[in-house]
C-alpha cells in the first residue's frame, strides 16, 4: 500500500467512521511497512487534508459545481488528498493530479470526476480561494482562510482576549495549523530525559527524533513515553504542587487513555502514594491498563483501574488527597494533534459538555478529604469549560490555589498570560495544547 492509499484510507474512515487520526494513522503506516519518506509524506498528506478541510472542500465544492454532500465519500476523501497535494505541498500539479486520480482504481466514471476537478483546482487555487473569501465577511473569511471554523475562532479569541491578549489570535491560529512536534515524557522512576534532545516545557519532557518514535527503545521498553508537553505539566502540577506525604491516595477520575494517569502513577510509586484510575469506558479502560503496565511502588503495590461513570463519587464520601480531573471537553485545544476535531465538534455540543464537567467537579469535591487537592484539567481554552466550570468551586467547598505559581516552580521560566490563580497554556507561547489547569483545594472543615 502506498503513502497516498494510506493517507486516504484515513480520512476517509474519520469521515465515515469517526475515526481518530491520530490514533489510526501510526498503526496503518505500520501496517503498510512504510519507508520512513512515505510514512512522512503519508502523515502530510492525512492531517494536512484533514487540517485544512474546510478549506479544501470550499475549493473542491467549487471545482466541481456541486456541494460536498453530493460526492460519494471515497471520491470525496481522495479529492481531499489531492486538492492538498495542490494547495499546501510542492509536489508538481501534474504528479499531483496522476497520483490522485489512480487512487480511484478503474472505476471510469470517478476517475474521469476526480480528474477534472483536480484539474480545475489546480489552474490557480490561490485565486480561486481569494474569489470565495470576497464573498465572506468577518469570522466567516478569516475561517476559511485558516480552516478554522467561525465559531471555534470566537471561542479562542475570547480565551486570549480573558487575558488581555486577543491580539496573539494569528499566531495562535498559524501554531494550530503547524504540524506538532512530538513530545517524549520520561516517567519518574523508569527513565531520564535525554540531553541530547530539544527541551520542552516540560521537565520530564523532550521533543523526539524523526522518525517513529515506537522504535526508540526507551519508549519500546515504557522507560519513555509520547505524551504532549502541557499534558505533563497538567499531571506534575498536582503531583508536585506540594511534598507528598506517604500512604496519601490519589484518583485520576477520567484516565482515558491513561497518558496522565501513567505519570502519576509514576509520580505516586516515587513518593510512596497509590493511585485508582477510573474510566467510564470499558475499551478505554483497556488501554489505561496497558499504559500503566510495569509501574509499581517500592512496596510492589501497583496502581489500580477500576470502570465506572466518575460522577458515582460524589456518593462514597472522601477518600482521596489529591484528584486529577481531566474532564471531558470539546478539545479544541488539541487542534495540532487532533486535526478533525475542528470540524467534528459544533458550538451545541458545549452546554452538554459543560454540565457534564460541572457535575464531575462536584463529585471530586466530595470525594477529596479536607485540605486534598483536586486538578480540574481540560484540553480546550473554552470560556464555558473552563472559567465557567471553576467559578463554582467555592459552592463546593473548594479554593482556588496559585496554580500559575505551582507551574512556574514545576517549570521555571514557563509564559504564563493573565488568568488569575488558574493557568492556561497555548501552542504559540507554550508550544503545548492549549490545556486549562486550575488546583483546587477542599476546605479543611470539608
Known sequence: MSAREVARDVVLAVARDDAYA?????????D??????????ATELAYGALRWQGQHDALIADAAGRPIDAIDPTTLATLRIGAHQLTRMRIPAHAAVHETVALLGRDRGRRGFANAVLRRLSEDPEARLARL???LGGDDRLGLETAHPAWVLRALRRALDAEGAADELPALLDADNAP?????????????????LAPTASPLGRVAPAGDPARLPEVASGAWRVQDAGSQLAALALSRAEPVR????????????GGKAALLAAEA???GASLEANEVSRHRAKLVRDALRGIEGADGSRPRVVVGDGRRYRDEGPRFDRILLDAPCTGLGA????????WRKQPTDVPELAALQAELLEAAAAAVVPGGLVAYVTCSPHLAETRAVVSRAASLGLEPVDTRAVLREVAPGIALGETGDAAQLWPHRNGTDAMFVQLLRRGAEG
Open 32 to 41: 503498510a511497512r512504510l519507508s520512513p519518506a512515505d510514512a512522512a509524506l
Open 22 to 30: 491520530n490514533l489510526l494513522l501510526p498503526q496503518r503506516i505500520r
Open 180 to 196: 506538532p512536534a512530538v513530545h517524549l515524557v520520561a516517567l519518574p522512576g523508569r527513565g531520564e530525559p535525554d540531553a541530547a
Open 246 to 257: 506517604a500512604g496519601e491516595r490519589w484518583l485520576d477520575l477520567c484516565a482515558g487513555p
Open 269 to 271: 510509586a516515587r513518593t
Open 335 to 342: 487542534l495540532r494533534r487532533r486535526p478533525e476535531a475542528r
Open 133 to 135: 473569501a470576497d464573498g
